[in-house]
């Protein structure tokens, strides 16, 4: 299974940006999909997760801003990022629980990372 995640850029502080995962490969299912981030010298963070059901979660520092979503026919998550921080520049990490063929064990997958840079 492989994660290419599109989407960042630079952007002014208050502006919006929306990225794109889309999962290919051998993909019998997928389960929760979500975004991670990292900012230089600090630990990789949850920024939001879904379910295939549509079941949300989010980091508390982008509640309210940051929308997660997914087209589970097209196996893509998107994260809709509106009134951005300098703060929330990171590389955008998406994840994904995926089973390649029925019965096989749910594996853990990466995208590769998208830089998102928010000037003040």
């Known amino acids: 299974v492989q994660l290419q995640a599109s989407g960042g850029g630079l952007v002014q502080a208050g502006g919006s940006l929306r990225l794109s995962c889309a999962a290919s490969g051998t993909i019998y299912g997928i389960n929760d999909m979500g975004w991670y981030r990292q900012a230089p010298g600090k630990q990789r963070e949850m920024v939001a997760t879904i379910t295939s059901g549509g079941n949300t979660n989010y980091a508390d520092s982008v509640k309210g801003r940051f929308t997660i979503s997914r087209e589970n026919a097209k196996n893509t998550v998107y994260l809709q990022m509106n009134s951005l921080k300098p703060e929330d520049t990171a590389v955008y990490y998406c994840?994904?629980?995926?089973?390649?063929?029925?019965?096989?064990?749910?594996?853990?997958?990466w995208g590769q990372g998208t830089l998102v840079t928010v000037s003040s």
């Open positions: 994840n994904a629980d995926a089973r390649r063929i029925a019965m096989s064990r749910v594996m853990n997958y």
